[in-house]
């Protein structure tokens, strides 16, 4: 979750999650395919019939503890490599260690909710879309809409998508955090009535609260909140067939709803996973 970035570069992701950061190149675990499967796609990987996979810490996206990966992006690597008969093997990886451990062809892919903009896309290949990072907003009241919260106390955290878009808005009103832990603080104490920050992220650390994320309603004054920031799958540049075969099989997982169902398993709102566009950032 940073994920909305310090810069669009460095993702959201990168901001929400650098304190959970973990060594590259620390242990890695693997999952097996049956010999009898039948692959939909022709692709080479790093090494024969396995897909390695660099993850780093960042939940709800990824996690990896115990030799077991969870969360949104394992989830839907499973259902590919199921498609593609193939097993996964996952190496814990530092959120900024990720796209050089793809580029240096240490991993076949990448995953922790990459954001697909253009100057990621000049060092590695970026797939289609699996999902967007959405715009939320966490209060205590649960509201969806920017509208009913004008002339209120809010925040967000620098560098953020939105920041200038709601800096426009609220003026001196919005606070700016260095993090999400210092606004999830205000929004306990009532300092602020309400944050903005990567729905998924937030709808994480708020459970068990007294405060909840949600998708924050399209608002033309604010861009993130009309289409979310697109998260793919960074893979070594130069293997145009994985990329291809990352494509077709996100598109079959969103079009027979199993994208959307490992959203609703997770308690998400489904919305994410409606692309409409294809475009970098």
Known sequence: MRNLKKAIVGSLSAVFMMSGLVACGSSSGASSSSSNCKAAHEFSTITTGQLTVA???LP????????????IDPSIISKIADL?????SYTQVSFAEAIP????NRADIAIGDYYRTKERA??????????????????????DTLKSLEGKKVGTVDGYLWL???????????????????MREDIESGRIVAGFDSYATAAAYSKGKDYSSKVAKADSRVSSSVD????GIPYTKTNTALGDALNADIKKLRDDGTLAKIFSDMGLDT?????TSSDLI
């Open 55 to 57: 993850i780093p810490e």
């Open 60 to 71: 709800p996206f990824t996690s990896y503890k115990d030799n077991k990966a969870t969360g």
């Open 84 to 88: 593609e008969c193939l097993s996964v």
């Open 101 to 104: 451990a793809v580029q240096s």
């Open 122 to 143: 000049k060092v590695v290949g970026m797939s289609d879309a699996m999902y967007a990072d959405q715009l939320g907003i966490v209060s205590k009241d649960g509201t």
């Open 164 to 182: 200038n878009d709601t800096k426009k808005i609220w003026g001196d009103n919005l606070t700016i955090y260095s993090s999400n832990v210092e």
């Open 228 to 231: 979310g920031v697109q998260a």
């Open 271 to 275: 919305s994410a996973t409606k692309i």
